[in-house]
């Protein structure tokens, strides 16, 4: 076979997958570190742990207003997957020129899902180079998912990237907790307080508090706060801000 990389020293083979994708057979070598020890008891606290808000405009936002935009080069692979696709639909069935398209559109296929793979991989050794544990959007929540999915202009793949991260982190010693997303986005980070939006609104500007931020990022702050089970109470309401405003304030509890 053709080892792309040595196998490292210290690890141990414990199981091989054989797959056949359009342009040959691959093997997947699974290895275990023995070299790494099992994960420590971690309690997610505010300091040892960071939020990410999985985003339609970027791949995700940090609570620290990092972003983490989509590569240009995914893109581009992925609008010469359709041209393929487009381009096989008007083969012939049964015809010669037919197969070939359907294996070019194999191949395209095959070159997005590794490049996104490779990207996934990438981020989540970014991310967990910071040394903290991980709260992001639970994506098994029936309906939040496939909307947002729906919504996204590129499949950016989250499962997958979710999936990915759980493990390394678990391998760094460190943890990833899943969140309930409802609300993340509408809340307020600094005070709690609803404050409505539409998709299209991009920014979070609260009329209680006066806080200020690119509507992402307010939301990676709500989901590190469930994450670490922080409660964010109403904090300052600047009076001229709910002059006129009926609803009670009221204490804010996460769900
Ligand atoms: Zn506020």
Redesign the pocket.
Known sequence: MILHRPIPDGFKIKTAAITKKAEGYYITLSLQDVSIPKMTHNLPTMDNTMGVDLGLKSFLVTDDGEEVAIPQHYRKAQKLLQQKQRDLSRKKKGSNRRRKAVKRVAKAHSKVANQRKDFHYKIAKKLLAKGKNIGHESLNIKGIAKTRMAKSTYDAGWGQFLLILAVKAENAGLTTIPVNPNGTTQD?S??G?K?PKTLQDRWHS?P??N?SLDRDHNAAINIKHRAVGHLVLKAQVMPDAIAGFTEKPALYALA
Do not use: H, P
């Open positions: 307020c600094n005070c307080q404050v609260c209680y508090c806080c």
